[in-house]
């Protein structure tokens, strides 16, 4: 029965291009079998095997993406986290992990300053003695300093745990090649089986989140996030070079995959993107 399935959903295999635009196959394709008399038991047949290839595509993409998700979780929160504050706790000189928490540190210890003595003078607050300032700006800076403490801890727990999900996501993608063949098989016919419309609304939708006009910004948000989970210095060169660089290497390969493969198997989809782009 597997067997039968998997040699059915090869068929379904939608990344060959041919000659012919593959809407004009299907065409002819749906002209030959409802002239062929056991239509009936073909069509029965191909709802089984579509139905295969849902449960098994749904089980999969579960497996491929909780399994790891679960082990991020329970190394960081029951291994990882008892072993890295342990360790963190009993070395209190370390604080920052890089310059740029020192820096942001600073910073926010340098607004509470100023916010104090604004409030002094505008006299939300009443005048305060020197060593009652000097107080405050030092307890604030021992919550300041654990904020970051902890950051610097979570970020280690986070380069961990990642690296371990990260090996765990791979081996399951090398350990169950034939499920993700039918994941493949089954994202294809999914997307190109859309509408004309669907898809140019969907190019369009992914171009101008990743390479549009106002993608920039976006992406200095999304590096600094990523930097700040892995304790990574927020080198403002490297985010700047990257954001100039990778979006247009991103809209190239985009371009390409429209030129060399959409527009083989779907003409009019590229036509109609090409309209709505304008």
Request: net charge positive; proline share 3%.
């Amino acid at each position: 029965m597997k067997y039968w399935n998997l040699k059915k959903i090869n068929q379904l295999d939608f990344n060959k291009t041919g000659v012919i635009p593959r809407s004009i196959s299907k065409l002819f394709d749906k002209f030959k079998k409802e002239l062929n008399p056991n239509a009936e038991v073909e069509a029965l047949e191909e709802f089984k095997v579509a139905r295969y290839q849902t449960l098994t595509s749904v089980k999969y993409i579960i497996i491929l993406f909780i399994v790891p998700i679960l082990i991020n979780q329970i190394s960081k929160n029951f291994f990882l986290d008892p072993i890295i504050n342990n360790f963190w706790n009993k070395n209190s000189a370390y604080i920052f992990i890089n310059n740029s928490q020192q820096e942001r540190a600073f910073a926010d210890l340098q607004r509470f300053e100023e916010q104090l003595h604004f409030d002094i003078l505008i006299g939300k607050l009443d005048k305060l003695s020197i060593d009652k300032v000097e107080q405050k700006i030092s307890e604030k800076a021992l919550k300041i300093a654990g904020q970051y403490s902890n950051e610097s801890a979570n970020a280690i727990k986070n380069v961990l745990a990642d690296s371990t999900s990260i090996v765990i996501f791979i081996s399951i993608l090398i350990f169950n090649k034939r499920q993700f063949s039918i994941l493949k098989s089954f994202v294809n016919e999914f997307i190109y089986d859309l509408s004309d419309t669907a898809k140019a609304f969907l190019i369009i939708l992914f171009t101008d989140i990743f390479v549009g006009f106002h993608s920039p910004h976006g992406w200095e948000i999304v590096i600094e996030a990523i930097l700040r989970h892995f304790g990574l210095p927020e080198n403002r060169d490297f985010i700047f070079i990257f954001i100039s660089t990778f979006p247009v290497v991103l809209d190239t390969i985009f371009k390409y995959w429209i030129f060399r493969y959409l527009n083989k198997i779907s003409p009019s989809a590229v036509a109609t993107y090409h309209n709505m782009n304008e």
